[in-house]
């Protein structure tokens, strides 16, 4: 069965500190795409990045960086000089085939708390 | 701006009634889903539709309904054969149900809570 483990259920960081958010998901789909998304307090999700299962490389964007391995089937999410407004839940998710449509399997989200 | 209004925020009912959860997308998409939240249970797909007048069910669609007359609007209906309604729910789009790559564009949530 296809899947996505976040491990961490709760992450408490003071200001400034780097924070690495883990995701492990199992596939048996060769071709497949792995998101994160942040969910501030207001509640809605928002997308922060996606990487295909080809694209092993790491991708950087201001703060935030992420670290794929399929060697490890990982996908982690770290966030550098972390601030107060990163206080939020963040999931990773995986996109894979099923019979001709594509869905998304969610984590069971990492809450983050960074404190002032 | 374009993106996915959910109505109410919030929603109170009582036990043994239908309530009907509202969201409206102005993004052009094809796909349209409803997930439900629970505390420490990440996201579970109730339905999702990829055209009007057409819907799937997802993993959890027990006691829920949905309707697509409108390619722009995908209410959700919260039965009384719901045995836990209480939650957070969230209405999302896509592209379409084709693109491994298309990422989910979200609304704000109605938080439903039935007493």
């Known amino acids: 069965a296809q899947k996505v483990t976040q491990a961490q259920t709760e992450i408490s960081v003071v200001e400034k500190e780097d924070v690495t958010l883990d995701c492990v998901y199992e596939t048996r789909d060769t071709t497949y795409y792995l998101f994160w998304y942040k969910q501030p307090p207001s509640g809605e999700l928002v997308f922060l990045i996606r990487r295909n299962s080809f694209d092993e490389q790491n991708e950087i964007s201001g703060r935030y960086s992420w670290n794929f391995q399929k060697s490890t089937s990982s996908f982690n999410f770290t966030i550098t000089a972390s601030q107060v407004v990163d206080s939020a839940v963040y999931f990773c998710?995986?996109?894979?085939?099923?019979?001709?449509?594509?869905?998304?399997?969610f984590g069971t989200g990492t809450r983050l708390k960074v404190l002032a | 701006d374009g993106g996915i209004t959910q109505s109410p925020k919030y929603l109170f009912r009582k036990e043994g009634q239908n309530v009907t959860l509202s969201c409206e997308q102005n993004l052009n998409h094809d796909a349209m889903y409803w997930y439900r939240q629970d505390p420490g249970q990440g996201l579970r797909l109730i339905y999702y539709?990829?055209?009007?007048?057409?819907?799937q069910k997802g993993d959890i669609a027990e006691g829920y309904s949905v309707s697509r007359e409108k390619k722009e609007s995908f209410p959700l209906t919260v039965t009384s054969a719901q045995k836990n309604p209480t939650a957070f729910y969230l209405c999302?789009?896509?592209?379409?149900?084709?693109?491994?790559?298309?990422?989910?564009?979200f609304g704000n949530g109605t938080r439903l809570t039935v007493t």
């Open positions: 539709s990829q055209i009007v007048n057409d819907f």
């Open positions: 998710a995986l996109s894979e085939a099923d019979s001709g449509t594509y869905k998304y399997i």
């Open positions: 999302a789009s896509s592209i379409d149900l084709t693109s491994l790559d298309s990422p989910l564009h």
